[in-house]
């Protein structure tokens, strides 16, 4: 399977391009998913993302708290506690430059982690205070056909085995 993640919220306009890229590429067999950023009050960032998101919100494989600019561990425990409690599996993306000089214990949340070795290998290094890594991004933004694009793997397993075939039933 394939799969789309998509910036929900990053404190600015939602992107308007969000739920249809979403719907777009659901509807081509595609897994979906999103990213919040949270910098400010979580459940301003939760409920802008579900916004952007629409009626694409039901179909995302997750929803991932992006913590790579300034935050507290509190703003980001609330925002995934938020998106558990709508039901939505969740994981933290940041990378190891940013997330060492944040404190908290997160080790109940997996990790999409920024690696950038070129490698989609899942052998990224687990970071103190997060729990299992569940991706990796291995390449930061680059042009594929025009388009701007990070370069992810994921472990088939996190995302969720019913996912993966009901996006291949599709």
Known sequence: WELLVVNLWTGASPPMSARANLANARAAGM???GYT???MTPALAVNKAALAAGPEWEHLAFVSV???IATTPAIVRQAVDSLRTLGKQ???YTGGWFWNGLQGDFSDVSSWLADYDGNPAM???R???LGPV???QYKNSHDIGGVTVDANTFIDSWIGEDMALSAEDK
Request: hydrophobic share 50%.
């Open 90 to 92: 969740v994981c933290i």
């Open 31 to 33: 897994l979906t998913a």
């Open 127 to 129: 970071l103190a205070r």
């Open 134 to 136: 569940c991706g990796k």
């Open 37 to 39: 950023v949270v910098n």
């Open 123 to 125: 052998d990224t290094a």
């Open 66 to 68: 992006d913590v790579e």
